[in-house]
Nanobody, 115 residues
Framework: QVQLVESGGGLVQPGGSLRLSCAAS????????MGWYRQAPGKQRELVAR???????TYADSVKGRCTISRDNAKNTVYLQINSLKPEDTAVYYC?????????WGQGTQVTVSS
């Protein structure tokens, strides 16, 4: 079965950086587009970044220039590097993959940006 396991979240000061990881299993990772989403308290889940099987990327306007999504097909892992973190980046970050009609999600990793 599809499994997505996020890690790398934590408490960081404004201006800091984090690298989130998502270890994937149960599907053919190398041919699958992967996404990172986030959900802040009281807000809808939103797309942060997406990388397709050819490593083409898209980013939300709110993180463009501060964020890099990448993938390592040998490790079945997708990464999200976020720099210059702001308090408004505080959210639970989720890894996502769509397989057929289904969206799969990890359990999420909390990112808190605060001094």
């Amino acid at each position: 079965q599809v499994q997505l396991v996020e890690s790398g979240g934590g408490l960081v000061q404004p201006g800091g950086s984090l690298r989130l990881s998502c270890a994937a299993s149960g599907f053919v990772f190398s041919t699958s587009a992967m996404g990172w989403y986030r959900q802040a308290p009281g807000k809808q889940r939103e797309l942060v970044a997406r990388i397709d099987s050819g490593s083409s990327t898209t980013y939300a306007d709110s993180v463009k220039g501060r964020c890099t999504i990448s993938r390592d097909n040998a490790k079945n892992t997708v990464y999200l590097q976020i720099n210059s973190l702001k308090p408004e980046d505080t959210a639970v970050y989720y890894c996502n993959v769509r397989q057929g009609w289904w969206d799969y999600w990890g359990q999420g990793t909390q990112v808190t940006v605060s001094s």
